[in-house]
């Protein structure tokens, strides 16, 4: 009897030191061929969303490490091996995550244990059998492409061209169709922002998958995310007025798009962080040096982050932004750049006299174009 008590006892505790709490994870990796003392590290999207930053780190030994945390929702995250070339992909979740690197080869990572590692994974697996296919036409006819284009033999052009772009629409209705059928996939919800990107994107076939998504896909950072680009999808396009807004400018006084505007207006998205749009100031301060005295303004909305007041200001003042800015101080969450579906940065509307958008997103000689065109010099 004693003795079944104690195995009674030994079962109870291997059970509670598996089981999991409601927002607990563990990751149980392997990594074959890796010396004993190297890292793994686990990684996430940093606040600009371009990069990566760490947020744990594990010891291999014997091939073999693990890592332990809180989690209150589904996310992307990557774990990157010491002295191994790519990261592996997964999605962090409560449960435990099993995960078998292969150091040679990462994209071949093997991934399970909860559901939607287990859906990650059969999305994998089915959707690179496509990218094989696109990976080897692309091999396949890479010389005869570029011999085509050197002889101005316009009809094999087409032809490849017409035979990439089929492989690449037998890509995306697959990852539609698989948004569509797994309602309940934290992938899924990945699949319709990549929907919202694409050329010509079918806004009503992702809002149809989007409402049938399970709530709690719905309720994820992404998911949120997705809902307020279907809400906001036809506010600021070409056409129509450019949607109201004031914000604080560097001296804290509320300043609005109404009161901003001229002849011609720029809405010019950008912040001190990103360097695209510093590396794009110097044109824009040329244009407005230009142009500002016939009738140009421009109104910068900076998505620069809460505390970062101070790098924002110094941002105009390095760059010789004269004209109006403005900022929330909310970074991604601005409510500006949500009303006009703002995704990346830098971003540009341009309005005419009476505020309605003409054009989105110009650079340069065709920006300046635009600009003298609607000013009719």
């Known amino acids: 009897m004693k003795k079944i008590v104690v195995l009674l006892f030994a079962a109870a505790a291997f059970i509670s030191c598996n089981n999991l709490g409601e927002n607990e994870f563990v990751i149980k990796g392997t990594v074959d061929g890796i010396e004993n003392g190297k890292l793994a590290i686990l990684e996430t999207q940093d606040e600009t969303g371009m990069g990566l930053k760490a947020t744990d780190s594990a010891i291999i030994k014997d091939g073999k490490f693990e890592f332990k945390g809180t989690t209150t929702e589904p996310e992307l995250r990557f774990v990157q091996v010491e002295t191994v070339q790519g990261k592996a992909v997964f999605i962090l979740e409560n449960g435990e995550i099993n995960m078998k690197i292969y150091k040679d080869s990462v994209n071949k990572t093997e991934i399970g ?9 059969k999305y994998n697996k089915e959707q690179g059998a496509i990218q094989k296919k696109i990976a080897a036409f692309r091999k396949d006819n890479m010389e005869k492409m ?31 169709n698989f948004a569509e059928k797994n309602p309940k996939a934290f992938i899924s919800v990945l699949m319709l922002e990549n ?53 604080p400018n ?26 695209p749009c510093r590396k794009e100031n110097p044109n824009v301060v040329a244009l407005y040096a230009e142009f500002h005295d016939k009738g140009l303004n421009i109104i910068g909305v900076s998505l620069d982050k809460e505390g970062d007041a101070q790098k ?34 830098p971003a540009t509307y341009l309005l005419d006299s009476t505020g309605k958008i003409v054009a989105k997103d110009l650079r340069g000689e065709e920006l300046k174009a635009k600009v003298q065109e609607l000013l009719g010099s």
Do not use: R
Not at 198 to 216: H, V
């Open 113 to 121: 244990g909860t559901f939607n590692n287990d859906q990650f994974s």
């Open 146 to 176: 570029q011999t085509a284009i050197q002889s101005n033999d316009t009809v094999t052009v087409n032809t490849l061209k017409n035979g990439f772009t089929k492989l690449q629409e037998e890509l995306n209705l697959y990852n539609s």
């Open 195 to 247: 929907m919202f990107y694409q050329p010509n994107a079918d806004i009503e076939k992702i809002k149809k998958i989007y409402t049938n998504l399970d709530k709690s896909v719905q309720e994820t950072k992404p998911g949120k995310k997705i809902g307020e680009m279907i809400a906001n999808h036809n506010a600021a396009e070409v056409g129509k007025a450019a949607p109201e807004f004031s914000a």
């Open 250 to 275: 560097p001296e804290g006084k509320m300043v609005s798009l109404k009161e901003s505007l001229g002849k011609v207006t720029i809405i010019d998205f950008w912040a001190s962080w990103c360097a």
């Open 312 to 345: 924002w200001k110094e941002a105009i003042a390095a760059d010789k932004l004269t004209w109006t800015q403005v900022s929330n101080l909310q970074y991604w969450n601005d409510p500006i750049a949500k009303k006009y579906n703002v995704q990346s940065i």
